[in-house]
């Protein structure tokens, strides 16, 4: 079993900056894949950005690339997300998520993600 708890998140003005954190506890080798997905209202849960534990790849949404910085460490078992140049669209609840799949498989899909974060709330003000 993993557990995954968020914190950060909040509000901000549109062209501002937010940061989420994640840490996970409980079967390291479940967490081979982690990152952060997001949900609007009335819309499905999508990928934002994923990493590779131990210093692997990092996938991101074309919707952030060059805006959100996806970072890890390992030895604390964290997640971060810097959100810059923010969006109203980028207003969405957002998870934190876990795979035991490496990222290269999981893509930046739901599927393969069986752990999850009971998720923040992001709200961007134009």
């Known amino acids: 079993q993993v557990q995954l708890v968020e914190s950060g998140g909040g509000s901000a003005q549109a062209g501002g900056s937010l940061r989420l954190s994640c840490g996970a506890s409980g079967r390291r080798d479940s967490t081979s894949c982690m990152g952060w997905f997001r949900q609007a209202p009335g819309k499905e849960r999508e990928g934002v950005a994923i990493i590779s534990a131990g210093g692997g790849g990092t996938y991101y949404a074309d919707s952030v690339k060059g805006r959100f910085i996806i970072s890890e460490d390992n030895s604390k078992r964290t997640v971060d997300l810097q959100m810059n140049s923010l969006k109203p669209e980028d207003t969405a609840m957002y998870y934190c998520?876990?795979?035991?799949?490496?990222?290269?498989?999981?893509?930046?899909?739901?599927?393969?993600?069986?752990?999850w974060g009971q998720g923040t709330q992001v709200t961007v003000s134009s």
């Open positions: 998520a876990a795979s035991a799949l490496v990222c290269a498989v999981t893509g930046l899909g739901t599927l393969e993600f069986r752990y």
